[in-house]
């Protein structure tokens, strides 16, 4: 990254020849977590979008409407503009081709070029794809198909403008190789280094006969030709910062920081843009980064497949927080992933809800219920006391793990791994979950010689959240915005928190909280099409483990016994039944029976393994009220505490939980 403060962040200018989807929304998205995260950062942040408005795709889409060009894309940007507006995208400015100082300024620079006899009349002879607007060469095509879009390619032979791209060609291979973040990720740069080391690169056609095309930029020296749709598309990365900032914006911001792009057109920009630079005598980009690709269900979307996703339909139907986790957690990012409504619901029970939702109403139920809904007081020296590491260590440690998140975060989110830095975050939460239930303190709240403990675990697992709440806000704006809420502050996310290294502490005692709705209310998973999301997650079904479940001892649903022997009623009354409300569920994992559930039994929580996995979706249970065996020793099952055991009816396989029709008080005596 450059040592300049500022930071210039574009996406790939879209086609207007139909409606957005998922992958317009991936690369716009993570495109806005990188801005928001940089501006947390403190960097003066310019973050372009827009819309590629010329062109034969244009130009046919509109026909197909039966309406002039300009018409059909005055009717479809607003749905991308709208789109990115319910998304939370954070952009500075949004640039649509069609804009008249953009075609000013495109031709200003053809001419430069053209005056330097850097473009050039020539005629050209080749194979052509009107789909994808180019020519190939011989060897390029396949029984007449091109070798991208797989469409019939014609012979065709004009008269055209060319650009002296040709002459560029060790110059970028130099480029490339002395900048070794120009091309990322790195598979992706050794490809176009592959490409420019064993092939002449060649001239590049720039124009367009009008009688084949005309709804482009008329060329400023022959008006009988418009410019090839990229060499217009491109230079949207600098007419943008002349006419949709103040002067002098190209100073200021010029050369990008990031262009960031879907694999499909890194050439474009690897080698046409770069060269079209070095032409114009200005620097190149500090880093393109071309991401992997979306396919639906192992399928290529496509309107012919009708399987191409809306993300205004999954944003509506999933929240739009959870729809920009599941795209940045799902896949690492650069590598391809196959998108599924069952995955996104999957991520959204096991990471959201159980995860950042779960600890967030679980400590402001404990704050509410302990500490008369504010932030407790906690004697400042608390966690640096002489013995504090002796009578908090997991305190501590939470503090400490979070002192150093922060850089590696930055770290993370310099290598675009989204994905494990979510991931990081997810591990952080799970720290406080458990010092949570280490400390109990639904136990300290009835020891009044436990209140400063008490207090201790309440104000780290709030504190924890606030500074959590800071880490998510690019990902989840939304969310950060509502954890703050609910903590009862108000936090400003457009100001650089991030800029200095977040301290502990933040979090005033008697701070009224503001306990709001569930932050992530679960969803039931589509049950058709189930399969696994991305070959490179989490493995979404669990396999069946062959041993731990499969003995009597490891499933803890009753069985009625063989022969029943009877028992006396003081024998009865030893087995301690109560009600409990299911707050979470998840797979153990790699278990096909077992189920970890978290129960609340009014005073206290609890985590139960049980073997109903087979007869139950986790997310089913979450809510119910059901019935437990209180006083049962605790058990490991595969490894995992089991602080009760629920009842079921069944044989040898579940039938059904048992219930209770009334809503009763979880912790009810069950008798
Ligand atoms: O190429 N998976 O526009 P475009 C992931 N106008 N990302 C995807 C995707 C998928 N299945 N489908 C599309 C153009 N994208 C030109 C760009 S820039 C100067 C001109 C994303 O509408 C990805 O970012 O075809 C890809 O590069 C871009 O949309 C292509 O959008």
């Known amino acids: 990254m450059s040592a300049k403060n500022t930071f210039y962040i574009t996406t790939p200018i879209y086609y207007v020849n139909d409606v957005p989807h998922i992958g317009h929304a991936y690369t ?12 947390l950062k403190g960097r003066d942040v310019f973050f372009l979008t827009g819309l590629d408005e010329h062109g034969q795709k244009v130009q046919q889409a509109a026909a197909k409407a039966g309406i002039a060009p300009q018409t059909h894309c005055d009717k479809l940007a607003p749905q ?24 000013s300024i495109v031709q200003r620079y053809l001419q430069e070029l053209f005056d330097k006899d850097l473009i050039y009349k020539g005629s050209y002879t080749g194979w052509y794809c009107t789909f994808d607007e180019r020519f190939w060469t011989e060897k390029d095509v396949e029984n007449g198909l091109c070798p991208d879009c797989k469409r019939p390619v014609e012979q065709i032979s004009e008269h055209n403008y060319f650009f002296r791209m040709g002459q560029y060609q060790d110059r970028l291979i130099d480029h490339i190789k002395a900048h070794d973040r120009f091309v990322r990720p790195e598979p992706r740069r050794n490809e176009v280094l592959g490409f420019l080391q064993t092939q002449k690169l060649g001239d590049l056609s720039i124009s367009r006969p009008k009688s084949r095309l005309s709804w482009g930029i008329e060329l400023p020296f022959d008006t009988h030709y418009v410019t090839y749709v990229w060499f217009d598309a491109l230079v949207n990365y600098l007419s943008a910062l002349e006419y949709k900032l103040p002067s002098p914006s190209v100073a200021r911001y010029w050369p990008a920081d990031l262009h960031l792009v879907g694999k499909d057109i890194l050439t474009t920009h690897a080698v046409y843009w770069s060269t079209m630079l070095m032409a114009l005598n200005l620097p190149l980009p500090q880093t393109i980064f071309a991401h992997g690709w979306w396919t639906v269900d192992g399928e290529k979307m496509s309107k012919s497949r009708g399987n191409v996703v809306d993300p205004n339909r999954m944003a509506a139907a999933y929240g739009v927080d959870p729809f920009r986790y599941f795209l940045l957690r799902e896949v690492p990012f650069g590598q391809d992933g196959d998108f599924s409504e069952q995955g996104l619901a999957r991520r959204i029970n096991s990471d959201l809800a159980n995860g950042i939702g779960n600890l967030l109403s679980r400590t402001l139920t404990m704050i509410e219920r302990n500490c008369a809904g504010a932030i407790p007081d906690v004697p400042r020296d608390y966690l640096d006391g002489e013995d504090a590491q002796k009578k908090y260590p997991l305190l501590v440690q939470a503090r400490e793990s979070l002192r150093t998140l922060g850089d590696r975060l930055d770290a993370l989110f310099d290598g675009f791994e989204f994905n494990t830095a979510l991931l990081l975050v997810a591990s952080r939460v799970s720290d406080a979950d458990t010092f949570i239930d280490k400390h109990e303190p639904w136990k300290l709240a009835k020891d009044p010689l436990k209140q400063a403990e008490l207090h201790a675990v309440l104000y780290s697992a709030a504190e924890c959240l606030r500074i959590l709440s800071l880490y998510l806000y690019p990902v989840m704006p939304g969310t950060a915005q509502k954890i703050a809420e609910q903590l009862g502050l108000s936090i400003d996310f457009s100001a650089p928190l991030l800029r200095n290294t977040v301290e502990w502490g933040g979090l005033q005692a008697g701070t009224k909280i503001r306990k709001g709705p569930p932050l992530f209310p679960r969803v039931e998973p589509k049950p058709e099409g189930a399969k696994p999301v991305s070959d490179s997650a989490t493995p979404s079904q669990p396999t069946p483990a062959p041993s731990a479940e499969t003995s009597a001892a490891a499933v803890p649903t009753p069985a009625p016994p063989a022969a029943p022997a009877q028992i006396t009623i003081d024998e ?50 979450v809510g119910k009220n059901i019935v437990i065996v209180a006083n049962l020793k605790p058990a490991k099952l595969m490894g995992i505490e089991s602080q009760g055991m629920v009842l079921a009816a069944g044989d040898s396989e579940v039938r059904g939980l048992i219930t209770i029709l009334e809503e009763v008080d979880p912790g009810t005596k069950v008798k």
Do not use: C
Request: charged share 30%; glycine share 4%; aromatic share 6%.
């Open 80 to 103: 991308f503009q709208e789109l990115w507006t319910r998304l939370n995208i954070s952009n500075d400015a949004f640039i649509r081709t069609t804009d008249g100082p953009h075609k």
């Open 572 to 621: 009865f009354m030893k087995v301690q039944l109560k009600t409990a409300k299911v707050l979470a569920a998840e797979r153990v994992p790699k278990s096909e029976k077992l189920l970890k559930l978290r129960v609340s039994l009014g005073a206290e929580e609890r985590q139960i393994v049980a073997g109903i996995g087979k007869k139950y979706e986790p997310e089913s249970l």
């Open 28 to 39: 716009t998205i993570a495109a806005d977590v990188l801005a928001r995260y940089r501006r």
